[in-house]
């Protein structure tokens, strides 16, 4: 079955960076987009790119254009997002979604990061 | 600026139907398929409808969604219990060139 097993909790202070992975199972990963989305604290989803997995072009919004990077492994059929100068407000859950039979079809488990002095 | 509109909190009782709205504009709810996921705390979201109003296998005819102009709503009949969560629509944005999401709806079954 299709799983989305995502990278651990991250704690990190302003001005840094955070990798989260997502390692895919249970489909063809090069077939597909995969997104990223967060939700802060009390906050709606928000999206924050997407990747096609098999040429690896990416899309992202005007929000986090310059900050975010979402890359993949073909081989690892694993998807990182990056997310640099982080401040308080990027404190959330991170989540990868695939985008195959539709949107957002499938989640991860989500990673908290949190970003503290 | 997107902002898609739903209703914070809404409430049944078990075997009631409830309903739960979802409202745009022409750039993304009215010119775009709408989504419908539902999110348990401490758990994966689900995708609930795809395109207005097809649900995914697997997923309860319990569950419906349509879409008329720059509105959309998700139906639940027959309300259980384990139907209480978050529950969120999302749609491309045409003037973002991006995807937004609802605010999202708390459901509480009573």
């Known amino acids: 079955q299709v799983q989305l097993v995502q990278s651990g909790a991250e704690v990190k202070k302003p001005g840094a960076s955070v990798k989260v992975s997502c390692k895919a199972s249970?489909?063809?990963?090069?077939?597909?987009?995969m997104h990223w989305v967060r939700q802060a604290p009390g906050q709606r989803l928000e999206w924050m790119g997407w990747i096609n997995a098999g040429n690896g072009k990416t899309k992202y919004p005007q929000k986090f254009q310059g900050r975010v990077t979402i890359t993949r492994d073909t081989s690892a059929t694993t998807t990182y997002m990056e997310l640099s100068s982080l401040r308080s407000e990027d404190t959330a859950v991170y989540y990868c979604?695939?985008?195959?039979?539709?949107?957002?079809?499938?989640w991860g488990q989500g990673t908290l990061v949190t970003v503290s002095s | 600026q997107s902002v898609v509109t739903q209703p914070p909190s809404a409430s049944g009782t078990p075997g009631q139907r409830v309903t739960i709205s979802c409202s745009g504009s022409s750039s993304d709810i009215g010119s775009n398929y709408v989504y419908w996921y539902q999110h348990l705390p401490g758990t994966a979201p689900k995708l609930l409808i795809h395109?207005?109003?097809q649900r995914p296998s697997g997923v309860p005819d319990r569950f419906s969604g349509s879409k008329s102009g720059t509105s959309a709503s998700l139906a639940i009949r027959g309300l259980r219990s384990e139907d209480e969560a978050d529950y969120y629509c999302a749609t491309w944005d045409d003037s973002l060139d991006g995807w937004v999401f609802g605010g999202g709806t708390k459901l509480a079954v009573l």
């Open positions: 979604t695939r985008d195959m039979v539709a949107p957002f079809d499938y």
């Open positions: 249970g489909y063809t990963f090069t077939s597909c987009s």
């Open positions: 395109s207005n109003n």
